[in-house]
């Protein structure tokens, strides 16, 4: 049974910075891409960052480039994501996700197994 465990969320100033973790379990956790999705209160669940099996090919969803950073430690089971720079409109329930497949993607139709989420609340 595969297993995501997100944590490391939190309530932040705008400006400030947090690192979000998920830690896998159940597959074989290298051969697999993973991604990052949030919602908001009130909207639809949107795509922020992808990395592929091997952690060389990474992909942002366009509001976090630059500021967001993915990366994954296939040693540890285990995939981050970077926030910096953080806004008010970041706010929401942050999602970790395991692929169907090695490659990334920001579709979620893509991804089989889901975490239940670590929030992330940045003020103003």
């Given at each position: 049974?595969?297993?995501?465990v997100?944590?490391?969320?939190g309530l932040v100033?705008a400006?400030?910075?947090l ?12 051969n697999?891409?993973?991604g990052?999705?949030?919602?908001a209160?009130g909207?639809?669940?949107?795509f922020?960052?992808?990395i592929n ?5 990474t ?10 950073t ?7 089971n285990?995939?981050?994501l ?5 806004k ?7 999602y970790?996700a ?5 490659s ?8 089989k197994?889901?975490?239940q ?6 003020s103003?």
């Amino acid at each position: 049974q595969v297993q995501l465990v997100e944590s490391g969320g939190g309530l932040v100033q705008a400006g400030g910075s947090l690192r979000l973790s998920c830690a896998a379990s159940g597959r074989t956790f290298s051969n697999y891409a993973m991604g990052w999705f949030r919602q908001a209160p009130g909207k639809e669940r949107e795509f922020v960052a992808a990395i592929n099996y091997s952690g060389r090919t990474t992909y942002y969803a366009d509001s976090v480039k630059g500021r967001f950073t993915i990366s994954r430690d296939n040693a540890k089971n285990t995939v981050y994501l970077q926030v910096n720079s953080l806004k008010p409109e970041d706010t929401a329930v942050y999602y970790c996700a395991g692929a169907s497949g090695a490659s990334g993607s920001s579709l979620s139709w893509n991804y089989k197994y889901w975490g239940q989420g670590t929030q992330v609340t940045v003020s103003s």
